[in-house]
């Protein structure tokens, strides 16, 4: 940790070493340069890159990024200003004890007729503004990139968080549905066991024919339509041995649409309560009509069934199946998916889904 990772490095040779042909552009621009000035320069680099370096274990090990805003600003100020003036002592130290800074001092104390003391504390203060000017920058940079990085990273774990949760109520729903069906689905066949025992033994054949599909279908987010659909004929096959010729059904399917995928069981559930709120309440039966087609760039989707509405002021009406319908729709697909049910005539009634078209 205290070494930091290659690409921190990375970022303090460019640092460092853009500094370091800038100054000599200046320098080189207004005299000549000699190699007491590359001594110079390299060691105020080589204080440079220690002390911030410095800056960045302390702001690693106190947790300094983890403070409120006010204490970081106030936190960035006093660590630079105090690595400026310690820098600065460090290198005029070494500048001294390398005879290097003799030739500047001769000139102040010559030129300025300043006291040797007093012209060592003008070098210590100058050396100590630049330092400031370049650790301000570093330490801007430093707290700007994690500060992005920090948002990035709790923008990231909150679309994952999301994700999860979706993923969780999708499977919560799901984790309804079926029993939902199988119980309905078993009444079904218990009507069949004392009426025609032969035709509850081919029920329960349809029934584990479902089973097998739903619990296949478990896993996924989606099924192709013709793969739904193949449930959905199990399922009226044998709700069709309970209501004999009160229940006729009808499909009105295009092949095109039979690729495009659809949340598993929705097609099942919009089926059974047909029967369940329409045909089963109709003393002479009626009709289930399931139809499948594109309109409008969505892939539409609709039951219409023998019935009233009863009295739903919106779409889902009671119970668990519809209101599961829409809840999955939105998880899936927000609002680009559509789910409505009504009254189309006064014996019909019509639950329609449109889902965005998913090209195959």
Do not use: C
């Amino acid at each position: 940790m205290w070494l930091g990772k290659p690409r921190y490095w990375i970022f303090q040779a460019l640092g460092w070493g853009s500094f370091f042909l800038l100054y000599t552009f200046f320098a080189f621009s207004f005299s000549t340069l000699e190699l007491v000035f590359f001594k110079r320069l390299g060691t105020f680099i080589f204080f440079g890159i220690l002390f911030s370096h410095l800056m960045r274990l302390l702001v690693v090990r106190f947790g300094l990024l983890q403070r409120n805003l006010t204490k970081q600003i106030f936190l960035f100020f006093g660590i630079t200003i105090i690595a400026s003036l310690i820098a600065s002592f460090a290198y005029v130290e070494v500048m001294i004890a390398g005879d290097i800074l003799k030739k500047v001092d001769n000139e102040l104390l010559r030129e300025k007729n300043y006291s040797f003391w007093f012209a060592l504390w003008l070098v210590v203060l100058n050396n100590a503004f630049l330092y400031f000017l370049l650790f301000f920058i570093w330490n801007l940079i430093y707290f700007v990139y994690h500060y992005v990085e920090k948002s990035r990273k709790q923008q990231l774990d909150t679309l994952h968080l999301e994700s999860l949760v979706k993923e969780l109520e999708l499977q919560t729903i799901k984790a309804h549905i079926n029993p939902h069906f199988i119980f309905n689905s078993l009444n079904s066949i218990r009507a069949l066991v004392d009426e025609n025992p032969q035709r509850a033994r081919k029920a329960v054949t349809e029934l584990s024919n479902i089973l097998r599909s739903s619990l296949q279908s478990e896993k996924m987010e989606t099924v192709t339509l013709e793969k739904e659909l193949s449930i959905v004929k199990d399922y009226l096959a044998l709700e069709n041995m309970r209501f004999e010729d009160r229940l006729k059904i009808e499909y009105d399917i295009d092949e095109d649409t039979l690729d495009q995928p659809v949340p598993p069981m929705m097609l099942q559930t919009l089926v059974e309560n047909a029967i369940k709120h329409g045909i089963g309440k109709q003393i002479d039966g009626g009709i289930v009509k399931v139809i499948s087609d594109f309109k409008g760039g969505y892939h539409e989707l609709s039951v219409q069934n023998t019935g009233v509405l009863n009295g739903y002021k919106k779409y889902g009406g009671e119970g668990f199946g519809l209101s599961s319908t829409t809840n999955r729709l939105s998880l899936l697909y927000g609002d680009k998916a559509r789910f409505e049910i009504k009254q189309i005539n006064p014996l019909l009634v019509e639950a329609k889904v449109l889902i965005p078209v998913v090209t195959i």
